[in-house]
């Protein structure tokens, strides 16, 4: 096992069903099996569940707020309500806001670190293809331009938590729910 991953057996059962149905993730019915594999597994599943709750907010509908201290993200719905979603947050150091709008999406996205994250920890791939061993999970929401997403994990008993370089972590259930919600140029606010 390589350093920079810690692996799950969760994830083992999942790679043996897959491989067990044809290729990991090459096609639009790959990702479909993949996804409703990884949906029945309790396992992998966010420990903190996702609700429709009181909020009111200005914003309008589909707007996605990200609560860092409160290691939360709110979906506005409108008429005072919103979908809470539990999220991992950046760590001491990597805190950062800003009001962005979602720049593209992606399904089980490929992984390049950054070159400042290199420098910190150079055991990191270079590359990693998307699939259930890489960090950014089964989606994947760009903000802007920056480097940052709103990203699936596969470790999801980090969620609730305060581990990232900056990204915003969901358990793959919540982000796939997410990204359905949220269209491309959708307004996020990032807020401390």
């Known amino acids: 096992?390589?350093?920079?991953?810690?692996?799950y057996?969760?994830?083992?059962?999942?790679v043996t069903l897959i491989s067990a149905h044809g290729a990991l993730a090459t096609s639009k019915q790959d990702i479909k099996t993949y996804?409703?594999?990884v949906a029945s597994m309790p396992e992998a599943q966010s420990p903190i569940h996702r609700f429709e709750t009181w909020f009111p907010s200005d914003e309008r509908p589909g707007t996605v707020i990200v609560k860092a201290s409160e290691k939360r993200l709110y979906l506005v719905l409108g008429e005072s309500r919103a979908i809470k979603y539990g999220i991992g947050v950046a760590r001491e150091g990597f805190e950062w806001s800003a009001e962005l709008k979602v720049s593209m999406k992606r399904q089980w996205p490929d992984w390049t670190p950054p070159e400042e994250m290199l420098k910190r920890q150079p055991d990191l791939?270079?590359?990693m293809d998307g699939g259930p061993d890489n960090p950014l999970g089964a989606r994947a929401l760009y903000l802007g331009a920056t480097l940052y997403r709103i990203h699936g994990s596969n470790e999801p008993e980090t969620i609730g938590t305060a581990v990232s370089s900056g990204c915003i972590r969901m358990a793959n259930d919540d982000i796939i729910d997410l990204y359905e919600r949220v269209p491309?140029?959708?307004?996020?606010?990032?807020?401390?």
């Open 184 to 192: 491309v140029g959708a307004k996020v606010i990032i807020e401390p």
């Open 1 to 7: 096992m390589m350093v920079w991953r810690r692996v």
């Open 35 to 37: 996804d409703e594999i």
């Open 9 to 14: 057996p969760i994830f083992f059962s999942a």
């Open 125 to 127: 791939p270079k590359h």
